[in-house]
């Protein structure tokens, strides 16, 4: 199991630039979500999909899309990037709320820098 | 914001001292977890606390949670330099199915040998 992994490791960008974000879960959970971390800071959740086909925003979604692809995949997408979307991003995934656990996966993370 | 506050921010000790970190939280919660991150990594659930407990324990690691009060704590006991990490409390609401958890800043743990 190789858990939830995230592509790239690392990303620098010019300002206006666009990427999409990847991350993929093996793990057969249903839903998935997107943090952004800041220095110093705690995780800020982006977007959000409760099960396939649903996705909903976070605290702090302004200037991000994202697509549930399939089950195990939940990409975010910058259109046009920003210096303040300098940051290191989390996808993680959990069971539905009264599943058989409720802790969420964390993924190792893409740390991102636009310029 | 909901995001709860974490006390302190940073925290340094010798190696087989107890570790003791605070959380306080503004809203009504279905439950409480505390996750670990080193450095560079993503972060690690250590433990869950549901809103009708008001302790537990895992290894090392007990949670108290007092939602009178709206506050948790973590402590670790005989820390260890591998405890070195950032820890960070999480509320969780329930949406949809999905839990939302709303990180604090967390606490900078430091163990010295």
């Known amino acids: 199991n190789a858990g939830v992994t995230q592509t790239p490791k690392f990303q620098v960008l010019k300002t206006g630039q666009s990427m999409t974000l990847q991350c993929a879960q093996d793990m057969n959970h249903n839903s998935m979500y997107w943090y952004r971390q800041d220095p110093g800071m705690g995780l800020r959740l982006i977007y959000y999909?409760?099960?396939?086909?649903?996705?909903d925003k976070g605290e702090v979604p302004n200037g991000y899309n994202v697509s549930r692809l399939n089950k195990r995949e939940f990409s975010l997408r910058l259109e046009s990037a920003a210096p303040s979307q300098t940051s290191v991003y989390f996808c993680?995934?959990?069971?539905?709320?009264?599943?058989?656990?409720?802790?969420?996966?964390f993924g190792p993370g893409t740390r991102l820098t636009v310029l | 914001s909901q995001q709860g506050e974490e006390d302190p921010q940073a925290l340094s000790i010798q190696e087989g001292e107890n570790a003791t970190m605070n959380c306080s939280y503004k809203?009504?919660?279905?439950?409480l977890q505390w996750y670990r991150q080193n450095s560079g990594r993503g972060l690690v659930h250590l433990i869950l606390?549901?809103?009708?407990?008001r302790e537990k324990h895992s290894g090392r690691l007990r949670v108290t949670l007092d939602t009178s009060k709206k506050s948790s704590s973590l402590l670790i006991t005989a820390s260890r330099a591998a405890d070195t990490a950032s820890y960070f409390c999480?509320?969780?609401?329930?949406?949809?199915?999905?839990?939302?958890?709303?990180f604090g800043q967390g606490t900078r743990l430091t163990i010295n040998p």
């Open positions: 606390i549901r809103s009708n407990e």
């Open positions: 999480a509320t969780v609401f329930l949406i949809q199915g999905a839990q939302k958890l709303v």
């Open positions: 999909s409760a099960s396939e086909g649903t996705t």
């Open positions: 809203t009504s919660i279905n439950n």
């Open positions: 993680a995934s959990s069971d539905l709320a009264g599943g058989p656990s409720n802790e969420q996966f």
